[in-house]
């Protein structure tokens, strides 16, 4: 590998690694402390996060397609500042239409457009290893995951939450010259390909935003692909009603997220190898195994041990759906117009992780407790791993045998 790529890759995991400030699990960890800041219920501070996260994957379909037109470096940095800025805006926020419009940003920012800009670079500018490309800048989230985690619980006793999230903005502020740095000389789409060829033999032809959402293979595995930031979203928002419920300490729940991490980088890992070897449906009828099975430790194991079971296990299913979904849209659908396709894949998840808090939320402001939705969860995973199955067969002859058609 050369410098070259190297560089390329790290700016990748730099993004994904920066994105944690939007993510779920790092927002949550603060829900106590702003739930009883500006008086509300889980079933209300879960409303606005859903509000604010909808909002952001609604403007994602259309800011994705950025990503089409305007060099990395500069979307890339400028995305850094904007969530710099929503995190500097959450630290002040004193009303909740002031949270609202913080959390929108933050989900814009951080969980939309960081990780969509990573997946996107890595699945144009790399060809030959598209899929051990993916899985190397997705390393940015796990190793967030095993370090701030803890930080920010720490943090957050030591000096409050406030003070944290302006920490978070200024550590952003300063990185955003670096990652300008390390995508100097932004490479042409698949640079890594061996021989000079400008395509390989059995590329698929380039389809438009439009015509995929129109494609009856995409609707079908959009309920097994909408099931994981679903369910990881609303368990890791409402993860302290989940400590309480199983009687563990937060402190010792959040030390339980390295777990994840590690689950999440060992499977990305071999995802990335997997895809280039055998092609990105491989693993597609399997990658929500291993989260059924976190769910089913979830629900039956009470002990502090069942946080590292379903931790390891979600970070499995999570780890591969990155790179095997990454691939497999460069696969299906060619890579002129992968900005905006991964842009409305993305503004789907995000819509699906928007779902997930108020709707946990609001049903256990009437009644129905986590527990019961955990074992909803878990059928509805099971539903999805039959559905990925039964389109194994029309995806492999859709990239192995696809028809000639204009990309209209």
């Not at 296990?313 to 117009?337: C, E, K, N, P, Q």
């Not at 986590?370 to 029309?394: D, E, K, N, T, W």
């Amino acid at each position: 590998m050369t410098f070259l790529q190297i560089r390329f890759l790290a700016s990748g995991v730099l993004l994904t690694f920066l994105s944690t400030f939007g993510q779920t699990f790092y927002i949550s960890l603060f829900g106590r402390q702003i739930q009883q800041e500006f008086g509300l219920s889980h079933g209300g501070f879960g409303s606005i996060y859903s509000a604010g996260t909808l909002l952001s994957a609604l403007c994602l379909i259309w800011v994705g397609k950025l990503a089409d037109h305007i060099p990395m470096s500069r979307l890339g940095a400028a995305t850094m500042l904007g969530l710099a800025l929503f995190s500097a805006g959450l630290a002040t926020a004193s009303q909740p239409w002031m949270l609202l419009v913080c959390v929108f940003g933050l989900r814009l920012c951080g969980q939309g457009m960081m990780v969509h800009l990573a997946m996107t670079a890595m699945s144009r500018w790399f060809l030959r290893f598209r899929g051990r490309a993916l899985s190397v800048a997705g390393l940015g989230l796990p190793a967030s995951e095993t370090v701030l985690p803890v930080a920010a619980v720490a943090l957050t006793a030591s000096i409050g939450w406030r003070p944290t999230w302006y920490l978070a903005a200024g550590l952003l502020v300063l990185l955003a010259p670096f990652l300008v740095l390390l995508l100097r000389g932004e490479p042409e789409p698949g640079f890594d390909k061996s021989g000079g060829e400008a395509e390989t033999a059995d590329a698929p032809a380039d389809w438009s935003q439009s015509r995929v959402l129109r494609d009856p293979l995409f609707l079908g595995l959009m309920p097994g692909l909408l099931a994981m930031p679903f369910i990881v979203t609303g368990l890791f928002f409402h993860q302290v009603v989940l400590v309480e419920l199983k009687g563990w300490s937060l402190a010792h729940y959040a030390a339980s997220f390295p777990a994840y991490a590690a689950g999440t980088v060992l499977t990305s890992l071999l995802a990335g190898w997997a895809v280039d070897r055998f092609g990105s449906i491989a693993l597609l009828r399997f990658f929500l195994f291993p989260m059924a099975l976190g769910l089913l430790a979830l629900d039956r194991i009470d002990g502090l041990v069942a946080a590292p079971i379903f931790m390891i296990l979600t970070g499995i299913t999570v780890g591969s759906t990155g790179t095997l979904f990454g691939a497999l849209w460069a696969d299906l659908y060619g890579t002129r117009h992968i900005g905006a396709i991964r842009a409305l894949v993305m503004s789907l998840g995000v819509a699906a992780s928007a779902l997930a808090p108020g709707l946990i939320g609001v049903l256990m402001d009437f009644g129905l407790p986590l527990s019961i939705q955990i074992r909803a969860m878990l059928v509805y995973l099971l539903l999805c791993i039959v559905l990925a199955f039964a389109l194994h067969g029309p995806l492999s002859s859709r990239i192995h045998g696809r028809p000639a058609a204009s990309p209209s």
